[in-house]
């Protein structure tokens, strides 16, 4: 079975810091797919970033990068000097296979405090 | 990528009364995902819905009380039926084509309020 733990709840940061979402993944598939969302209290889901499991090249795009480790079965998301927009919850999510649904973690609610 | 349509984009019923909420995808997709978020949780899947046949559910999930319907391979609807408060949620659709990054985007998702 698949499974995704974000042991964060909530994280409660200073705007300007750095902060680390954490995502920990199971599956015993091969080929997986994981993802980050967004969303904000408007409640629609914003799609941040897409990694198969054959890709372990961390990425960034503006303030946010990933960290895929397959080694530890993580893919961490940091966004570096956070603003008081980045305010949201944050899912992790996993899919075994294109044309599948995901299975999301418990999510993060990050407040950036000005 | 594929664009999904989702509407009402909120709604507040009575309880004991249905809501039927429509998907529509700007392409032709295989899947359609629908997934229930209840207040402060994450995402559940509800059920799964082929073009042409019954949707699969989710352990916990019934056809009596979700029906879903999948009339061709752009549209779908959810109903909630005989709505009580603990309906209260925001539903949102998916889809899947096969295609890279598809099944990563979502409807705007539907927040109802039954009371």
């Known amino acids: 079975a698949q499974k995704v733990t974000q042991a964060q709840t909530e994280i409660s940061v200073v705007e300007k810091e750095d902060v680390t979402l954490d995502c920990v993944y199971e599956t015993r598939d091969t080929t997986y797919y994981l993802f980050w969302y967004k969303q904000p209290p408007s409640g629609e889901l914003v799609f941040l970033i897409r990694r198969n499991s054959f890709d372990e090249q961390n990425e960034i795009s503006g303030r946010y990068s990933w960290n895929f480790q397959k080694s530890t079965s993580s893919f961490n998301f940091t966004i570096t000097a956070s603003q008081v927009v980045d305010s949201a919850v944050y899912f992790c999510?996993?899919?075994?296979?294109?044309?599948?649904?995901?299975?999301f973690g418990k999510g993060t609610r990050l407040s950036v405090i000005a | 990528s594929a664009v999904i349509s989702q509407k009402p984009s909120r709604d507040i019923c009575q309880r004991g009364t249905s809501l039927t909420i429509q998907c529509q995808v700007d392409?032709?997709?295989?899947?359609m995902f629908w997934y229930r978020q209840q207040p402060g949780q994450s995402l559940t899947l509800i059920a799964t819905a082929n073009q042409g046949s019954e949707a699969t559910y989710e352990s916990g999930f019934v056809i009596d009380k979700f029906p879903i319907s999948r009339p061709n391979l752009t549209f779908s609807t959810l109903t909630v039926s005989n709505m009580s408060p603990e309906d209260s949620s925001i539903y949102l659709c998916s889809a899947g084509t096969g295609r890279m990054n598809t099944e990563a985007f979502f409807g705007q998702g539907t927040r109802l309020t039954v009371v």
């Open positions: 392409s032709q997709v295989t899947m």
């Open positions: 999510a996993l899919s075994g296979s294109t044309n599948t649904p995901l299975v």
